[in-house]
């Protein structure tokens, strides 16, 4: 049986000056953050807090068990990713760092205790210890606490052999910043090439953020063209992303049908030469410099960088993909070349054989006439 597990973030939103708490009404648990004195912006639910340079204080929680029965709650600590669906998170699995990252958050933030266990209607304090870098930086270092039930996944449903569990978790964000001093995102397109997401046939474009800052409210406007096949043509819009600092994700331009394909088929992927033209918006402002229409609505931003990028999806790349896609009826296409080359070889074969044949009846004639 295979079991997927679809984690129910209950984020807290760490984007500056947004945030509230959110609680699971299922969770057999709560918890809530001891707003220190430093905090930047009041309570809005989660750390953002202004330290010096070397400064090390502790930061605490209030945990309380809403059961009739004791429960164990586990503590992990994990640095803020950019998720495939271009949303910061802080998950505990251990992704790739961005290259990007100078001071790695993880590595000044110590966890008092990595579980505790609450009796039945009690509460507990737990802390947890930040380290702000020696060195001075402009901007921010983002991640975020998570709270976790020991064993609490719920099995929603089980059907056609599969499992669905929930499991809920309590996300407390932490930011920690030298100064309040605004650095401005910066967005760089690194790779662009053919891809899957969920077994569909996807254009991956990779964006990085290589600033200690978030970028908010991120507007995509992509076009993908053929140059090999002047007809092929793809586009993509997404007005609700944001990044975490110091972060890359893939951006997916669906080639094939997403979701729910209604008996519907897909058209195969063609290799050839591409081009991607990208216009990202970031940063609603009223101020902003750049207008633009959403939803039909007047919308400005701080922030907008475009993007070209010639890219070639290669043959076998292609079929490899088709392959896979079970949306796409693929049918691998026909080696003209190679069927050409063997008919040639079969030709000069026979050519040779019958050379061969010629020339011995001819020696046996000669042969035969003396």
Known sequence: MKKFKIINFLLLMLLCLIGKNIFASTSDFTVSPVISENQVGGNSGYFNLLMKSGMEQNVSFNLSNTTSHSITIEMSFSRSTTNGNGLAVYDSTKGKKDRSLKYNIENYVKLSQKEV??????????????TMPAENFNGVLAGGFSFKEKGAGHQASTSKGVSITNDYRYIIALVIQQNTIKVPPKLNLNEVKASQINSRNVIEANLQNVAPAYL??????????????????????????????????????????????????????????????????????????????????TVKYEYKWNFERNFEITGEKASKLNRSDPTVHYKEPINWLMIIGIALIIIIVLLIFLIFIFKRKKDDHKQNDE
């Open 117 to 130: 266990t609450l009796s039945a209607h009690s509460q507990v304090t737990v802390n947890s210890t930040v």
């Open 216 to 297: 908010q409210n991120i507007n995509v406007m992509a076009i993908v063209k053929g140059i090999t096949h002047s007809e092929l043509k793809y586009n993509f819009e997404n007005s609700e992303m944001k990044m975490a600092p110091n972060s890359n994700f893939n951006l997916a331009i669906p080639v094939s049908i997403q979701g729910n394909i209604n008996n519907q088929t897909s058209k195969a992927l063609q290799p050839g030469k591409y081009h991607l033209s990208m216009t990202v918006y970031g940063g609603k402002s009223a101020e902003g410099r750049y207008q633009i229409t959403v939803n039909g609505q």
